[in-house]
């Protein structure tokens, strides 16, 4: 994005050993299959619990790891005969037929100050607003534990059966560059989450979701977002050949590791194109060669998601229209400008219709089209979304157009239980809106699944408060752009 937790109940036990992947194909059914050899030391196999709880003040060890791609079953401690073993993967997306309905994990391997503040405030230090200052000004073995905890707590196995229960079938998860466990140079962030990435691609897997994985944090910061991972105002990633090097080798890593594990990569998030031609430039350069680089890596199957780079889709018109699948992936917000936050209700309601058109006729001579990123919120209220320690246009508490106030902050994010009965229909309507207009080219993905303060920005406490419905085909307003 551009500018409650549940205990896990896991429904799995880990066997513990090491396998090696022999072949990954499609069986007669049509279904993906991993078929791995597993090397029994004794005539035993050991069962245990995944993941046991961690002592109250003690970083969580991470999930085992493989050398193959691990499942929620795994063997471990058995005998040197070799058993064969087929791990099923979800059928193939049907991206032509089907629509995406989906929800971001935002703020879990990349972490953004409004979607967990505490995790910033309980650092006690005011100059730690982004990733790179969280490893950056803290003892590294501190910063680390924390966050490991965070990774193993923030999102669990119950979310993953919560998103496929209210009739989710994709989530977009964001990962960072310096996660990825390759030889690099990953200054001062703090690496480690490569395991729980793992996992979370098994959960999903296990329920049915399948996963645009993206590369949300690159060497140089592509946009200067916190989201990111620095937030800086001179982002240098496209003016250094070396940091879209770097990139690519990162993305060859993926592609290699998981590339059959997920149904998208995503090459990279939000190339800050509006900056200069050369941004422009190196993202056309960029999607190109990280698009060769998963073919050679992954293969055909797994699918290739690009942006927009803030351009526009029509700026991409015959773009990489000759690949094998590739989608676009579009960001609809409407909050960070004032021209946008005057807009009245229906105004919002009217912008979004509008859009139908512009849509469709990309979608028609070009690529799929995917809404990656919007939500419902109409306000930038969200603490910290403007950035840690800034504050929002809507009261004026942040003035970039001139120190106008809009209204104020109050019943307009934060807990729904403080949102007029008015503003939940509203944004009842307003999420049916988007849905719509994304439905009419290949579907959506909402940002973000939770947040611990911004319940205008979550999917989980709309459906929780009714203002997003447990069943997206349930519409009250099944024909709002006409």
Known sequence: MYRALFPSALHTLLLISTF?????????????TTKCKVKRKDSQGVLIAQNPTPAQNAAPSPPAQTTSNPTSTQIVNGSHNETLLTFTRLPPFDYQNRKVRGVNLGGWFLMEPWITPSMFEKTGNEGIVDEYTFGQY????????????????????????????VGLNHIRLPISYWSVPIDQDTGPYITGAWPYILQALDWANAHGLYVILDLHGAPGSQNGFDNSGQRTGQPSWAYDQAFLDRTLNVLDAIGRQVGDKVEVIELLNEISGFRDQQWVDAAKR??????????????????????????????WDGYLKSG?????????????????????????????????????????????????????????????????????????????????????CQGMTGSYTTFSEDYKRFLRKYWETQVSVAEKVNGWVYWTWKAENADDWSYQKGVEAGFIPRNPDDRLYPNICG
């Open 20 to 32: 090696t992947t022999i072949v990954s194909a499609a069986g007669p059914d049509g279904k993906r």
């Open 138 to 165: 803290q003892d590294r073995g501190y910063a680390s534990g924390l966050l490991q905890q965070h990774w193993a707590t923030w999102y669990t196995e119950q979310d993953f059966i919560e998103m496929a229960s």
């Open 286 to 315: 960029f999607w190109q060669a990280g698009y060769d680089r998963i073919r050679a890596a992954a293969g055909g199957e797994v699918k290739i998601m690009i942006g927009d780079a803030f351009l526009g889709v029509h700026s």
């Open 324 to 408: 094998q699948g590739v989608m676009m992936d579009l960001h609809v917000y409407q909050i960070f400008s004032n021209d946008e936050l005057r807009r009245s209700w229906d105004d919002h309601v009217s912008f979004m219709c509008n859009r139908v058109s512009e849509f469709t006729s990309y979608t028609s001579n070009n690529l799929w089209l995917v809404m990656g990123e919007w939500s419902n919120a109409i306000t930038d209220c969200a603490k910290y979304l403007n950035g840690r320690g800034v504050g929002a246009r809507w009261d004026g508490t942040y003035t970039p157009g001139g120190g106008e106030v809009l209204g104020t």
